[in-house]
């Protein structure tokens, strides 16, 4: 079955001045579901946010949302629930008043808005503060408000714009799976703006990556982490490694490069990156691993696993990090990291090891 898409954008463009800072944005957001948009700053997310709002005169491009071409239809009418990165609540009116504001202004009859208050408050667990003043609230609980404030005139769509930015990481992380936990609840489609990888991993059902006013891949957490389409996707997502080479045997499975002093790697071929994937023998080329997809043994000393890809190296740094250990290792003269969830007794520092890994986890793109 084809799940309808709730908001559709069509070549979307809009410049300021000089600056283009939406560059032909084509998205579709499906019923229901938790995208985020990812990026760095000035990449182009609250704007992107902003044209679905109305918030934001484009240029170019239309925006359709339910199926109705909204494009110059103003942000009050679309039918929209927004929480910002700053505390939007009005500071002079009780949790209970912030809440009934959009109501009254919707005449919703009285018992019937009392009805969804409480309900929203109880779905952001903030059932008992009603006659409390935002000033009297902690961060992370005019965050709950806010989204119940959001939430209570039941929007067609709930638009996030950094909700979590100005909390600490423990009441993030909070909140966060409490975002989660609700959009479901709800059933509400949601956009989520954040430059936090994290967060997006672990909150979307589908991520949107931008750079310098476009959209560089969207896919689910996973796609996005495990295969990523271009080289600025795979940086920005994670921590990496990388080489550099020539292509010397190519084919359908597999690629094989030389670094310099002979050595050979080999890399699956469907993991190529970027818009130029025709490869020739004497391209060069950059390889890109990921710490966690490296694996060290020592040498000559335990059952093999079989790896195409393995060296000779050796520790030249370990950081304990809690829960898995980061360790330095001196391969192809270069320092690479690798990140293991654990270490053995004679990993030391000068210690020569073997460090392998497999050719579906490694990357390539054009040089
Ligand atoms: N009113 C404006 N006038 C001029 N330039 C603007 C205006 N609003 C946004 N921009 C520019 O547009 C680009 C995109 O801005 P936008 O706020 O959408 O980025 P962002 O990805 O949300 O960034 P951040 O994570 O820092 O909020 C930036 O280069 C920004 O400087």
Redesign the pocket.
């Known amino acids: 079955m084809q799940v309808a898409n709730d908001v559709e954008l069509k070549g979307v463009y809009k410049q300021?001045?000089r600056?283009v800072?939406l560059n032909g944005i084509n998205l579709q957001v499906k019923q229901g579901e938790l995208l985020t948009l990812l990026?760095?700053?000035?990449?182009?997310?609250?704007?992107?946010l902003?044209t679905i709002a109305g918030f934001l005169d484009i240029d170019k491009g239309e925006v359709f949302i339910k199926g109705k071409n909204v494009t110059n239809i103003p942000p009050y009418k679309r039918g929209l629930g927004m929480v910002f990165q700053t505390y939007s609540l009005f500071p002079h009116m009780t949790v209970y008043e912030n809440l009934d504001f959009g109501l009254s202004l919707r005449k919703v009859p009285k018992e019937e808005r009392r009805k969804r208050i409480e309900q929203a408050l109880e779905l952001v667990k903030m059932s008992g503060l009603e006659k409390r003043y935002p000033r009297e609230l902690s961060g992370g609980q005019r965050q709950r408000v806010a989204i119940a404030r959001a939430l209570v005139v039941q929007p067609m769509l709930l638009l996030l714009d950094?909700p979590l930015s100005n909390l600490d990481a423990k009441l993030r992380y909070e909140l966060r799976a409490e975002i989660k936990r609700l959009q479901k609840e709800v059933g509400v489609t949601t956009i989520f703006?954040t430059?936090d990888q994290e967060e997006a991993l672990s909150l979307s059902d589908r991520i949107v990556v931008?750079n310098k006013?476009t959209i560089e891949q969207v896919g689910t957490p996973t796609e996005i982490y495990e295969h990523p389409c271009t080289e600025f996707v795979f940086q920005f997502i994670g921590k990496s490694n990388q080489f550099e080479g020539k292509v010397k045997t190519i084919d359908s499975r597999m690629i094989c490069v030389e670094l310099e002093g002979n050595t050979q790697i080999f890399i699956e071929s469907k993991n190529m990156m970027g818009s130029n994937r025709s490869y020739s023998i004497g391209d060069r080329v950059k390889l890109y691993i990921r710490p966690e997809k490296l694996t060290i043994q020592e040498q000559e000393s335990e059952p093999e696993i079989f790896y195409y890809n393995k060296y000779n190296a050796s520790i030249v740094q370990m950081n304990y990090l809690g829960s898995a250990w980061e360790i330095e290792l001196l391969l192809f003269r270069k320092r690479v990291q690798v990140l293991q969830p654990f270490v053995k007794s004679d990993w030391k520092i000068g210690a020569e090891v073997t460090v392998g890994w497999n050719p579906s986890d490694m990357m390539i793109v054009k040089k």
């Open positions: 300021i001045g600056n800072i990026g760095p700053s000035g990449c182009g997310k609250t704007s992107t902003n950094e703006v430059h931008m006013g």
